[in-house]
């Protein structure tokens, strides 16, 4: 089935969801649309909430259809083409280091790419753009902090440091 469509099944929001399990909506939005693979102890606490197997949120995600934080479908496909592209741009410039914490990813995709997570300083749904100057690549530990604790100095530091990158880079 898939984490949203059981969601959308048992008629709770992003919202709703998150606040059970101790997250921000935006971590269940990037688990629904596959940016970020939840951890067990998550998979398990959201199957516990919806009534289900964990298999049952496992499964393949819905059709090429997602809904955006502010309820908007859009193709999936166009916009994962540019963002994986800036990815691998991102991963391969940051030579596999962490903007925030410095240190190297913690490990690698099967592709051989750092696994490391893209951070919008201005999140897509409140008008962030998909720019050097607007994306950070984290660990999945920073990223987590910066979701989680929201600390101005975190955010100013990537500010700089992707607004470098991006002047560096000439855009």
């Known amino acids: 089935m898939g984490l949203r469509q059981v969601r959308l099944e048992k008629r709770m929001t992003q919202k709703e969801l998150a606040d059970a ?3 921000d909506h935006t971590v269940v939005s990037k688990y ?4 970020v ?7 398990k606490a959201m199957a516990e909430v919806l009534g289900v197997n964990i298999e049952d949120l496992t499964d393949a995600q819905d059709s090429g259809r997602i809904e955006e934080d502010m309820g908007s479908p859009i193709d999936e496909d166009k916009r994962r083409q540019p963002e994986s ?9 940051s030579k596999g280091i962490c903007d925030l914490c410095g240190k190297p990813a913690p490990f690698r995709t099967e592709d051989g790419m750092p696994y490391l997570e893209f951070h919008y300083i201005k ?5 962030g753009s998909l720019t050097f100057d607007n994306i950070a690549v984290l660990c999945p530990n920073c990223h987590t902090r910066v979701h989680m604790l929201r600390l ?3 955010e100013q530091y990537l500010r700089d440091v992707a607004r470098n990158r991006a002047l560096k880079d000439g855009q």
């Open 21 to 23: 399990i101790g997250v």
């Open 32 to 35: 629904e649309k596959g940016l």
């Open 37 to 43: 693979a939840p951890p067990y102890n998550r998979l």
């Open 85 to 93: 592209e800036m990815r691998r741009c991102l991963i391969t410039y």
């Open 123 to 127: 999140w897509l749904s409140k008008g």
């Open 152 to 154: 101005d100095e975190d």
